[in-house]
């Protein structure tokens, strides 16, 4: 059958997430500065008799390979877009690298990657722009994870711009295994109109800048995270005593929590000891995605 063609979905790590306004259909307008890390699952393709899906990879457990799979609605989203666009039915297979449910992209970025298998595969050219309209139809995180580069989000998360320049980081992420989902965490969220991120120094080009940045930054959905699962806290309080630790705080609504480094060395140094303090976390370390759009 040959080679299947894969496409990579890294895992979406929140660095500020700040809540600036609850809206009238009952969303929140957000300001977000969103970064990539070089960990990822993988969306395979391959052609078939009919578009089908097959899950596997170490957090495979538990996820439906049905309709209501973030992959199978956005293939079947394109093709009602573009019917003429790829012909041949495709086999789908999703290997699962990254824990379900913990603020790090996830299904959204597994959605954004089968939309760039989709317009990869395509005869027709598809229109970036258009894309990204299909993709914020499938969820708020998916335009983000379908440019997958350093990026401010604003809105519900589909106003981005894409940064010019960022601080070659490394990080350690840490999961407890507890899945928490979105809507509980926004539902102990207290104040709904907090102040808007500050400016970025303009070029960011060293990890001490963005450590100064951040600091004067939050995650304004870390406070209830916390509440629901007060282990988050304890993670983020051992990760930020690990040598050589910038900042560490929760990405998104959790429960993943990101230590930001500027030494490989010391980021590798960091995830050893968190594996050895809580061998029943998940784990890992990376380098940050260096920004590719201009």
């Known amino acids: 059958m040959g080679e299947p063609i894969v496409q990579l979905a890294p895992a979406k790590i929140n660095l500020a997430l700040h809540v600036t306004r609850r809206r009238e259909d009952g969303y929140h ?21 009919a578009d089908a899906l097959t899950i596997s990879g170490p957090f495979a457990a538990g996820l439906n390979a049905g309709e209501g799979n973030l992959v199978c609605r956005a293939v079947a989203a394109f093709r009602a877009r573009w019917p003429q666009a790829v012909e041949h039915p ?14 790090i992209g996830g299904g959204s970025a597994d959605a954004a990657a089968a939309l760039r298998l989709m317009a990869g595969l395509s005869a027709e050219p598809i229109p970036v722009a258009q894309l990204a309209d299909l993709a914020a139809g499938l969820g708020a995180d998916v335009p983000a994870c379908l440019l997958s580069t350093p990026l401010i989000a604003r809105g519900v998360g589909e106003v981005l711009s894409p940064l010019p320049d960022f601080p070659a980081c490394h990080v350690v992420l840490v999961n407890p295994l507890v899945p928490l ?25 060293r990890p001490a800048q963005l450590g100064i940045w951040l600091a004067e930054t939050r995650n304004d959905l870390q406070p209830p995270a916390v509440k629901l699962v007060p282990e988050i806290g304890d993670i983020v309080a051992h990760l930020a005593e690990t040598q050589g630790c910038i900042l560490a705080r929760m990405s998104g609504s959790g429960a993943t929590v990101y230590g930001l480094f500027g030494s490989e060395a010391q980021a590798h140094q960091a995830a050893q000891d968190m594996r050895q303090a809580n061998p029943g976390h998940w784990v890992a370390a990376a380098p940050l995605l260096q920004p590719h759009i201009s």
């Open 29 to 49: 307008d957000l300001e977000s500065l969103v970064v990539f890390a070089d960990l990822a699952d993988e969306v395979e393709a391959r052609p078939s008799d």
């Open 90 to 103: 495709l086999a789908l297979h999703l290997i699962k690298n990254l824990p379900v449910a913990a603020g």
């Open 181 to 205: 989902a979105t809507a509980d965490v926004f539902r102990r969220l207290r104040a709904h109109d907090n102040y808007p991120l500050p400016e970025l120094p303009a070029p960011m080009t």
